[in-house]
């Protein structure tokens, strides 16, 4: 039925004039968060659920800041996820207690959770994992432009390593996470998108300046409900346990990028900037406690 449809008595509508409808205070607004989706190893720019843009060998991109800041978001599916449009069924965005939105939250605080303990679930591979998963959400921007739109990048467990290894770099040499060009691909030999972040430049001046400022700002904070909960890897919703990743990685030279995002001055790095090969041998009980420390 529609407002078409409705036929108002006139004894409603001298009623209403004086004493307007209430209706709206049950009206809903869909919150839709633009989202960076990485279905079939391809970077999907959405907006409003609708594809804006695409890249498919890499992007560049300005990391605003991340949620939690430290730890992990969790999230926890009941039964088989069917497509990206599912919210789950709990979800944590602190990784410290159930989000306000969720109906059916599993325990008070996520840490003596059944579902985020190490065997509840069980990996891509067949071995044991957690079925909460953890994840990682960054809000991000385009470097070319000036007041680009924020993205949501929900980094899902199997990119988590490289995640942490890159954020070592440049806590290794004092860089904000604002300032800093980020290059993101895929690793082409996981069967599923898997992320690997490298270091490709500082920002001029005056950009670096806007976007450390809108990241002091934090506006992906006024974005709430479990549209941030959403997976965007298009991969089956189960947990993987992290495989041993390679030895120490050397960050690859400075990525030429477009004129707006053209370096400014050299980076202060002596020397090519190594991730110790202690920080991706953790084992995978051990990924909270290496999260924590950027």
């Known amino acids: 039925m529609t407002g078409k449809d409705i036929v108002i008595p006139d004894w409603l509508t001298a009623m209403t004039e004086s004493q307007p409808s209430n209706a709206d205070q049950i009206i809903v607004s869909a919150v839709s968060v633009p989202r960076l989706s990485l279905k079939g190893k ?12 695409k890249e498919k060998d890499q992007i560049h991109i300005v990391i605003l800041g991340a949620m939690p800041e430290r730890g992990m978001a969790k999230t926890w599916y009941r039964g088989q996820y069917t497509g990206e449009s599912d919210p789950p069924t709990c979800s944590s965005s602190d990784g410290v ?25 069980t990996s891509m591979s067949g071995k044991k994992a957690k079925a909460c998963r953890d994840s990682k959400r960054l809000y991000i921007v385009d470097p070319k432009e000036q007041d680009a739109t924020i993205y949501l990048l929900n980094v899902t467990v199997m990119s988590l390593k490289n995640l942490s290894a890159y954020g070592k770099v440049l806590a290794t040499n004092n860089i904000p996470l604002a300032a800093a060009i980020t290059t993101v691909t895929f690793d ?23 976007f450390l400022s ?42 030429v990028v477009a004129e707006p995002v053209v370096v400014a001055e050299p980076v202060v790095v002596a020397e090519p900037v190594v991730v110790e090969a202690e920080i991706v041998k953790a084992e995978p009980e051990s990924i909270d406690d290496l999260l924590n420390q950027w």
């Open 42 to 53: 391809v970077f999907r720019f959405k907006e409003e659920g609708e594809e804006v843009r």
């Open 97 to 121: 207690r159930p989000d306000s939105w969720v109906t059916e939250p599993q325990n008070e605080v996520c840490a003596t959770c059944q579902w985020n303990q190490w065997g509840s679930g």
């Open 188 to 210: 082409e030999e996981s069967e599923f998108p898997q992320l690997i972040f490298a270091f490709a430049g500082i920002m001029k001046e005056e950009k670096a300046k806007h």
């Open 214 to 255: 809108r990241a002091t700002e934090k506006e992906w904070e006024d974005f709430s409900g479990p549209a941030l909960s959403h997976d965007s890897s298009g991969a089956p919703q189960v947990e993987h346990k992290p495989e041993p990743a390679p030895a120490a990685q050397v960050v690859a030279a400075p990525v």
